[in-house]
């Protein structure tokens, strides 16, 4: 076995976790092609909303955390190439350590944003409520209620009824 493969052996047997990013100033995206072109495992997680532009309604897609992405690296890595990244500020520290992520958490993040991410709520889409007083309730999709909530029309008590939650507080279509 020569040097190279044992030293890439050992890199592929390493523990790998995640790391918060910062980002210079709206440029989550250039950090973001610049890494995975090194082949960097990266995290950006991104959500669609629906902006006023030039007085016309269009939907945007933008980072989830404005700024910052995630990056999957062993423990023992050479930071020097992610500070030289065009796009990338710093890797998020503490006492001039690099602190890691919980790996369950991008998980969570991940997962969320690809099944919210998959299509939009249509008028009569079935939900259902995963957070708030209304845990495990089917309901029906009536409106958006501004950027960050939605108009539900639940069956409760033998009546009808329409609420306004937080959009994070449903769980996409059933």
């Not at 890494?35 to 991104?46: D, V």
Request: glycine residues 8%; hydrophobic residues 35%.
């Amino acid at each position: 076995m020569n040097i190279y493969s044992a030293e890439v052996a050992s890199i592929c047997t390493q523990q790998k976790s995640w790391y918060l990013v910062q980002c210079k100033p709206r440029q989550d995206e250039r950090a973001e092609d610049n890494l995975a072109r090194q082949g960097y495992e990266i995290s950006r997680p991104k959500c669609r909303y629906l902006r006023v532009i030039r007085g016309q309604r269009q939907w945007t897609v933008e980072s989830l955390f404005p700024g910052y992405l995630f990056i999957n690296l062993p423990t023992e890595s050479n930071w020097g190439p992610l500070r030289s990244t065009r796009g990338v500020s710093r890797v998020v520290s503490f006492g001039g350590v690099p602190m890691a992520v919980s790996d369950n958490l991008v998980k969570q993040l991940q997962a969320r944003v690809e099944k919210h991410g998959k299509s939009e709520l249509k008028l009569g889409d079935n939900v259902r409520i995963i957070e708030d007083g209304f845990v495990e309730l089917d309901a029906i999709f009536m409106a958006k209620d501004g950027d960050e909530r939605v108009v539900l029309l639940i069956h409760i008590l033998n009546r009808q009824m329409q609420i306004s939650l937080p959009i994070a507080s449903i769980g996409g279509n059933e």
